[in-house]
């Protein structure tokens, strides 16, 4: 099934999608487990896999949860914004509002209330919320009905001895702005945790962290002006 070609359900900075089938390995495992899941690109290039997700921001849950169980006609009742309207004059549920937030703008970590002046100057209007993507998420629900997901801190993300786990932390450096950063964070601890995973353990960060033994991957395409040297460490 994974062949399929599933698109993000919305977008998230620093998501994976992308880059997964050009720089990151292939789970070997029946379950994959992101505990940090964002936006989970690489949970989403491997659909019929088993898929536990854990994160510490409820409204990332809240979205997940919400899409893990609605019907495709739930996605397809949330109406466009129109002109001077925010997210929350749709007359729908918060994670449905939190939802098309995140395709207000590209790649953010918290979803806007208005569209930015990237979605207003109408360059790549499918890329916004709007009939294309409305249509996109509604067809692909049902690839992702038997995931799961868990509003915990990735400390709680324990058990699995034969999974994948795909550990995308928000960077020790560059992951301030997350509303649940860098800042929130012991390397050390996480270190720890990353190492004590049994199976197969991806792990993924920016150069110049130190916290594991981590090896270049590649330089990869952040937003249409910045790139990002990204580097990872595998327990293979």
Not at 76 to 84: N, Q, R, V
Not at 123 to 141: C, E, H, M, Y
Not at 171 to 193: E, P, R, T, V
Request: hydrophobic residues 35%; positive net charge; glycine residues 6%.
């Amino acid at each position: 099934m994974h062949q399929e070609q599933i698109r993000p359900f919305f977008l998230f900075y620093g998501g994976k999608w992308r880059d997964t089938p050009k720089h990151y390995p292939e789970p070997i495992y029946d379950t994959i487990i992101e505990p940090f899941a964002g936006s989970a690109g690489y949970s989403l290039r491997y659909p019929d896999r088993k898929v536990k997700l854990y994160d510490i921001d409820p409204i990332i849950c809240g979205i997940w949860d919400f899409l893990i169980k609605a019907k495709s006609a739930d996605i397809l009742a949330i109406p466009d914004l129109l002109e001077g309207e925010s997210i929350e004059d749709l007359k729908v549920c918060d994670e449905a509002r939190n939802l098309v937030g995140f395709w207000l703008n590209k790649g953010t970590t918290s979803p806007r209330k208005n569209p930015s002046a990237w979605m207003r100057s109408g360059i790549r209007p499918g890329s916004f919320w709007g009939d294309r993507v409305r249509n996109t998420i509604a067809t692909q629900l049902r690839y992702i009905r038997h995931w799961k997901i868990y509003n915990r801190t990735y400390l709680n993300s324990y058990g699995f001895n034969k999974a994948t786990w795909f550990i995308d932390p928000p960077y020790k450096i560059a992951g301030s702005h997350y509303k649940y950063g860098s800042k929130l964070i012991d390397y050390d601890q996480l270190s720890k945790f990353c190492l004590d995973r049994k199976g197969q353990v991806i792990v993924c960060e920016n150069k110049g962290a130190n916290w594991l033994p981590f090896k270049d991957l590649a330089e990869v395409k952040t937003t249409r002006q910045n790139r990002s040297s990204e580097v990872i460490w595998t327990n293979e």
